[in-house]
């Protein structure tokens, strides 16, 4: 069992950057993968960014790639997302989810994650 808290959020305007946190409980944090999700108003849920539970395996979507960085502090039970030249278009609710399966079997796939945190807003500003 893993229990996921997102803070960080926040507003800014286009071009600044945000660092987002979530912090997990459970001693077996190190052995989940662990992503962040995001969801636009209006619109579905869509994959932002994955850390495998060892390794330094990352994946990325596209429209954040080169932009944001995931990576993870096991002795923290943390997992951050560092969002650089933040554009409109990445206003959200972020969320970071966490998995067990194996990391690339439906790594964008939000039904694949088991635990979610409760989101936290980022509004970017034109």
């Not at 960014?49 to 932009?67: E, F, L, P, Q």
Request: proline share 2%; glycine share 12%; hydrophobic share 35%.
């Amino acid at each position: 069992q893993v229990q996921l808290v997102e803070s960080g959020g926040g507003l800014v305007q286009a071009g600044g950057s945000l660092r987002l946190s979530c912090a997990a409980s459970g001693r077996t944090f190190s052995t989940y993968h662990l992503a962040w999700f995001r969801q636009a108003p209006g619109k579905g849920s869509d994959f932002v960014a994955a850390h495998a539970s060892g390794g330094g395996i990352t994946y990325y979507s596209d429209s954040v790639k080169g932009r944001f960085t995931i990576s993870r502090d096991n002795a923290k039970n943390t997992v951050y997302l560092q969002m650089n030249s933040l554009k409109p278009e990445d206003t959200a609710v972020y969320c970071c989810a966490a998995k067990d399966t194996a990391f690339y079997s439906g790594v964008t796939d939000r039904g694949r994650y088991a635990y979610w945190g409760q989101g936290t807003q980022v509004t970017v500003s034109s």
